[in-house]
C-alpha cells in the first residue's frame, strides 16, 4: 500500500519519520513531503496570492500548494496522513483541502493539536489519531488494504457515512525497543519550496545539515499546565506513562546515523527530561563516548539535576544543558503551571552544573495572565541570584493552547481568549508589559548592567511608560555579545578559533615536511 505523509514547516519531524520507519517494515510504500522548513516560518510567500495562504508564522504561496497535489496526484497514495500543530491548524485544513482535490485516499491528521482537540480535527479530516500512532498506523494500513472495517481501531476516531466513530485510547507501547528508528533515508523524501517538491534536498540553514535530533524517551515526568504533556497524562494516566528506551538502541542509532552522515557536529536529544534515571544514566556516560564521541545537549528540570546526573552528562561530552526555569515566583510555578521546583533547588541545580564547567541555558515565560508585579520581581530576583555565565534563551511569549489545562484554568477565572486566525492558540500578556519585562530579565545575563542597577530599571514609572527604550538596550547588548541568530559568544568563540589556530600551528610545526620547507626557505631566500 501507498502513504503519502506531510508535515508542515518541520523538516525533522521525527514523529512521521516514526510512523514512516513502522509503515515500511511493514512492506508499505512511503513518500514524505514537508511544506517549507523550519527556518522558513514566518515568510511572506503567500502575502497577496490570491491561491496562497498567509496568516502569522505561516506564509505558503499558490505555487507551493499546486506542486503539494502534483506530487499526490504522482503518487496516487491509498492513504494520506498529516500531522498537526496548534499554530498551523489552518494550514492543516487549507492542505487537506488541496490534496482531497488531488487525490481520493482517506485523510488522517495526527499529533498534539489533533489529540488535543479531536472534534475540531474530525470536522474536516476523514480519520483523526489520538495519541502515538504507530500500533494504530500498522493496524489501520493492514485492515485498508484487507478492505476490512476501520471503526473500531483503538485511538482512531473516523467519519464515515455521516456518522463518527469515536474509539477508546490505545494503551501506550511499553517496548520502544521494538520500534524501527526514526526514517532519514533521503528517497522518497521532498521538500516543497518555491513552487516545486525538490526529493532528497534539505532546505537551506536547515539544522539537520549539522546535528541528528533522537529521543531517548517518551512522556515527561511533570505535568506542567501549559504543555502537551498535561494533557497526555490526564489521557493515559500517570502511571507508566514515561518509558525509555535501552542505552544499547539509543547508541546504536546514532552510530548508524552518524556513519552515513560524518558531517554531524552534535546530537540534540528531545527528550523533555534527559536522564531522570540513574541507571540507565550511568550507562550511557559509558557507553556513549566509547561508541560516539560527539558533543549533544539536552534538556532537564532542577528536580531530578543531582550532582551525580552532572557527572555523568559531563563524562559523556554534553556541550551544553537546556534548563526550565519559566518563572521565579514559587506561587507561580506552585498554583498556574503545577511545578515541582523550589527556588533553592532551581538555584543549586545552576551551581551544579556551572561548576562543572557545562553551559547552561535557562528558558523563561512572559505572558501568564495570573502573573502579578511581584511575580515578575521575583523573577528578576532568581535570575539575578543564579552563577554567572547562564544564557537566558530568548523569553517565550506564553502561548495558551486550546484546551490544555491552563488555558481551560484562564477561561474559568473570566478571561476572553480570542483564538488566533488560523490558530488553536491564543496570548493575553499586553504587548507593552511583556517588551518591557522581556528587556529587564534578559540583560540579567550580561554584567555590563549590575544588579542594583536592573532593580532600579525594574521600578523606574518612566522606563515602564516606555518599554521600547528597555527592550532596545537588551537587544543591542544581545547583538554586541552573541553571533547573529545564536547564544554564542564572540569573543569565546573568537577565543576558541583561535586555540584551535595555535593547536594547528603546533601540529604543522612539528611536521618534519614543514621543518624541511622552513630550513630550505631560511637557506635558500
Known amino acids: 500500500m501507498k502513504i503519502f505523509l506531510l508535515a508542515l514547516y518541520d523538516e525533522w519531524c521525527l514523529s512521521l519519520r516514526m510512523l514512516s520507519a513502522v509503515l515500511r517494515k511493514e512492506g508499505h510504500e512511503v513518500r514524505l513531503a514537508y511544506l517549507q522548513s523550519y527556518p522558513q516560518i514566518g515568510g511572506q510567500d503567500g502575502r497577496d496570492d490570491p491561491e496562497g495562504y498567509h496568516v502569522w508564522a505561516a506564509s505558503v504561496s499558490g505555487a507551493d500548494f499546486k506542486a503539494l497535489g502534483a506530487l499526490v496526484r504522482d503518487f496516487d497514495p491509498g492513504l494520506i496522513g498529516v500531522t498537526t500543530t496548534s499554530s498551523f491548524y489552518g494550514l492543516t485544513q487549507r492542505v487537506t483541502e488541496v490534496m482531497r482535490a488531488a487525490s481520493p485516499a482517506p485523510i488522517i491528521w495526527g499529533g498534539v493539536d489533533a489529540t488535543a482537540n479531536p472534534e475540531l480535527s474530525i470536522a474536516c479530516a476523514d480519520m483523526v489519531c489520538i495519541g502515538e500512532g504507530e500500533e494504530l498506523i500498522v493496524e489501520l494500513t493492514?485492515?485498508?488494504?484487507?478492505?476490512?472495517?476501520?471503526?473500531?481501531?483503538?485511538?482512531?476516531?473516523?467519519?464515515?457515512?455521516?456518522?463518527?466513530?469515536?474509539?477508546?485510547?490505545?494503551?501506550?507501547?511499553?517496548?520502544?525497543?521494538?520500534?524501527?528508528?526514526?526514517?532519514?533515508?533521503?528517497?522518497?523524501?521532498?521538500?516543497?519550496?518555491?513552487?516545486?517538491?525538490?526529493?532528497?534536498?534539505?532546505?537551506?540553514?536547515?539544522?539537520?545539515?549539522?546535528?541528528?535530533?533522537?529521543?531517548?524517551?517518551?512522556?515527561?515526568?511533570?505535568?506542567?499546565?501549559?504543555?502537551?504533556?498535561?494533557?497526555?497524562?490526564?489521557?493515559?494516566?500517570?502511571?507508566?506513562?514515561?518509558?525509555?528506551?535501552?542505552?544499547?538502541?539509543?547508541?546504536?542509532?546514532?552510530?548508524?546515523?552518524?556513519?552515513?552522515?560524518?558531517?554531524?557536529?552534535?546530537?540534540?536529544?528531545?527528550?523533555?527530561?534527559?536522564?531522570?534515571?540513574?541507571?540507565?544514566?550511568?550507562?550511557?556516560?559509558?557507553?556513549?563516548?566509547?561508541?560516539?564521541?560527539?558533543?549533544?545537549?539536552?534538556?532537564?528540570?532542577?528536580?531530578?539535576?543531582?550532582?551525580?546526573?552532572?557527572?555523568?552528562?559531563?563524562?559523556?561530552?554534553?556541550?551544553?544543558?537546556?534548563?526550565?526555569?519559566?518563572?521565579?515566583?514559587?506561587?507561580?510555578?506552585?498554583?498556574?503551571?503545577?511545578?515541582?521546583?523550589?527556588?533553592?533547588k532551581t538555584i543549586e541545580a545552576a551551581r551544579l552544573i556551572r561548576d562543572s564547567g557545562i553551559a547552561l541555558f535557562v528558558d523563561l515565560i512572559l505572558g501568564n495572565p495570573f502573573e502579578t508585579e511581584q511575580d515578575y520581581l521575583d523573577t528578576l530576583e532568581l535570575l539575578l541570584e543564579l552563577p554567572p555565565g547562564v544564557v537566558s534563551q530568548e523569553i517565550n511569549y506564553l502561548t495558551l493552547y486550546r484546551n490544555y489545562p491552563l488555558s481551560k484554568k484562564a477561561e474559568e477565572a473570566g478571561y476572553h481568549l480570542t483564538w488566533y486566525e488560523g490558530w488553536n492558540a491564543a496570548q493575553v500578556m499586553r504587548q507593552d508589559e511583556f517588551i518591557f519585562w522581556r528587556g529587564i530579565l534578559m540583560m540579567v545575563q550580561f554584567p555590563q548592567i549590575k544588579p542594583e542597577t536592573l532593580r532600579t530599571m525594574a521600578r523606574d514609572p518612566l522606563l515602564r511608560a516606555n518599554p521600547e527604550v528597555v527592550n532596545n538596550l537588551a537587544l543591542t547588548l544581545e547583538a554586541k555579545t552573541y553571533l547573529p541568530g545564536t547564544r554564542i559568544d564572540r569573543v569565546a568563540k573568537l577565543e576558541a578559533e583561535v586555540a584551535r589556530l595555535n593547536m594547528e600551528i603546533h601540529r604543522y610545526r612539528g611536521s618534519r615536511a614543514v621543518q624541511w620547507y622552513f630550513r630550505l626557505k631560511k637557506r635558500f631566500f
Open 142 to 344: 493492514g485492515r485498508l488494504a484487507a478492505g476490512q472495517d476501520i471503526t473500531r481501531i483503538q485511538g482512531l476516531w473516523v467519519r464515515q457515512n455521516g456518522e463518527i466513530h469515536r474509539n477508546p485510547i490505545r494503551p501506550l507501547n511499553h517496548r520502544l525497543e521494538a520500534l524501527p528508528w526514526a526514517d532519514f533515508d533521503p528517497r522518497n523524501k521532498y521538500w516543497i519550496s518555491g513552487g516545486k517538491a525538490h526529493e532528497a534536498t534539505l532546505p537551506p540553514g536547515s539544522a539537520l545539515g549539522h546535528s541528528f535530533p533522537i529521543i531517548a524517551a517518551r512522556g515527561c515526568l511533570y505535568s506542567c499546565t501549559y504543555c502537551c504533556n498535561s494533557m497526555y497524562r490526564e489521557l493515559y494516566g500517570a502511571k507508566d506513562y514515561v518509558r525509555l528506551r535501552p542505552v544499547e538502541d539509543v547508541v546504536e542509532e546514532i552510530v548508524h546515523y552518524v556513519k552515513d552522515h560524518p558531517e554531524v557536529e552534535i546530537i540534540e536529544f528531545f527528550d523533555d527530561v534527559f536522564g531522570f534515571d540513574s541507571e540507565w544514566m550511568a550507562r550511557f556516560a559509558e557507553i556513549y563516548p566509547r561508541r560516539v564521541g560527539k558533543p549533544f545537549w539536552c534538556f532537564t528540570y532542577p528536580a531530578v539535576c543531582r550532582p551525580e546526573l552532572v557527572q555523568w552528562l559531563k563524562q559523556a561530552g554534553v556541550s551544553y544543558i537546556v534548563m526550565g526555569v519559566q518563572s521565579g515566583s514559587q506561587r507561580t510555578l506552585r498554583e498556574d503551571y503545577h511545578r515541582n521546583a523550589s527556588r533553592q
